[in-house]
């Protein structure tokens, strides 16, 4: 059916905007939790403190992205709604046990797995069923929706902070139970118009019968050139992005100690996000085609060089000037993820391909913030962990800047294929009108013999 362009539909927007803020507003806000996660579980005797403490936080964003091709699968087959309520279901169980553990090595399974899990099976859907509502307004729709997390990311950190200081770190994950709740309560307002896999298979018997793999996973989105590039650049890029998020209230803490508001950073690094998805997502809509990809490659390029200039501020308003500029790009990135999918496979298979990019994308997103924990319990310092974060953005846009070049390429032989086609079947033509016209002479002789 045609999409509404509203009444439902901007119900169920206020509850994918909670579900967006909720979940990323929580993984943004990791380093406050980080901070206190050393000072509650840490001793003097453990050389390798940050290094198992950036665990937590790591696992639980790259199991975020690590789900999203398997979600993408349950999505398709079992529809929005269910998906998304229990997944905030199994999402607060995970977020509730984590706040019962007593030593750092449970919240491997508690916090970084169990509601890793749960946000990501919550958070998918509620990007699916806006299609489901809007056409015309879908830019608009995702703008504001999206703009939920950037607006948790800002005011998350100043409230987990009175929180923290107030009840400990134990309780204060028990009031961030209420936003897991409450984002259970919004997966029911996921109403489906368009039916899913499950509905049409069974039809009105409501027999469920599982599709072909084929439709299931669409690996065929691997068989293009310039997908595979971007889908295996951007993790490339990938590998110090989230390490800021982790180590940086911590660095703050090590260079300038409890002089300054830390959680400044994450305001800033929130609203900067929040203004480059708005300003980046309508410059994109005046960039054709898969060039949009240069605003990817500018993105990565300054991402690197924020990251590199953290351990040359030796000034607090200097590290506040990097993370505006960090934040800016941040938004730039994430917010045409989607318009350049959509140029590289074309609507019918976007839903998947972004499912296995976050996907891949999980893996340095994982990586990255412990290995940086690591340098910094082997060095004393964060210098050389962010100066190597710097690196990967900047060879990952590298390595994206031929894309727009070999899309125009395969478009070109696209192009020729049908014309190809259409000389083939005139020259088939023409001989089976020869083969017809030479078996009918000797008929037609025959006959007059006879």
């Known amino acids: 059916p045609e999409p509404p362009e509203g009444g439902w539909g901007w119900v169920v927007m206020l509850a994918a905007m909670w579900c967006n803020g909720a979940v990323f507003g929580i993984q943004n806000s990791c380093g406050v939790l980080f901070v206190s996660m050393l000072r509650l579980f840490g001793s003097s ?16 964003m790259g199991m975020v992205f690590f789900c999203s091709p398997i979600v993408s699968v349950f999505t398709d087959l079992f529809g929005c709604r269910r998906v998304a309520v229990i997944g905030a279901a199994v999402g607060l169980a995970g977020l509730l046990s984590s706040s019962f553990v007593s ?26 069923i806006l299609g489901h509502y809007f056409k015309k307004r879908l830019g608009l729709v995702n703008g504001i929706v999206t ?56 039809g009105k018997k409501g027999k469920f019968k599982l599709p072909p793999g084929k439709k299931i996973c669409n690996f065929s989105v691997f068989k293009v050139l310039s997908y595979r590039i971007w889908a295996f650049g951007i993790p490339t890029a ?14 703050v803490k090590d260079r300038f100690g409890d002089s300054v508001p830390e959680e400044v950073l994450l305001l800033c690094l929130g609203i900067t996000s929040g203004v480059g998805r708005l300003v980046f997502g309508r410059v994109a809509d005046y960039i054709p085609g898969a060039k949009k990809i240069y605003l990817q490659v500018a993105s990565f390029f300054f991402i690197g060089l924020m990251s590199m200039m953290i351990p040359l501020c030796h000034v607090f308003g200097a590290l506040i000037a990097v993370c505006l500029f960090m934040g800016l790009f941040d938004g730039c990135f994430i917010c045409i993820m989607a318009p350049i999918a959509f140029e590289l496979v074309g609507a019918q298979d976007v839903s998947q391909a972004i499912g296995f990019l976050l996907g891949l994308m999980s893996v340095p997103m994982t990586v990255g913030p412990p290995v940086a924990g690591l340098l910094r319990d082997k060095l004393g310092t964060y210098d050389v962990a962010f100066y190597l974060a710097g690196v990967p953005p900047l060879i990952g846009g590298a390595i994206l800047c031929v894309i727009p070049w070999i899309h125009e390429r395969q478009k070109l032989k696209e192009r020729a294929k049908p014309v190809d086609g259409e000389t083939t079947e005139k020259m088939l033509g023409k001989e089976s009108t020869l083969v017809s016209d030479t078996t009918e002479k000797p008929v037609k002789e025959l006959e007059s013999g006879i």
Request: hydrophobic fraction near 50%; charged fraction near 10%.
């Open 238 to 251: 990938l590998f110090g992005y989230f390490v800021p998020y982790v180590h940086l209230m911590n660095h």
């Open 147 to 202: 703009a939920g997390s950037s607006l948790f990311t800002v005011s998350l950190p100043f409230l987990l902070r009175v929180l923290l200081d107030s009840v400990d770190l134990f309780n204060t994950l028990r009031v961030l139970c209420i936003l897991m709740f409450v984002l259970f309560l919004a997966g029911f307002t996921y109403k489906p118009l368009v039916p899913n896999t499950k509905d049409k298979e069974g």
């Open 103 to 128: 030593t750092i090595e449970p919240l491997y399974f508690t916090y970084g797995i169990l509601f890793a899990c749960g946000c990501s099976f919550a958070y998918q859907p509620s990007l699916v």
């Open 45 to 60: 005797e453990d050389k390798q403190l940050v290094f198992k403490t950036a665990w937590v936080s790591s696992l639980s």
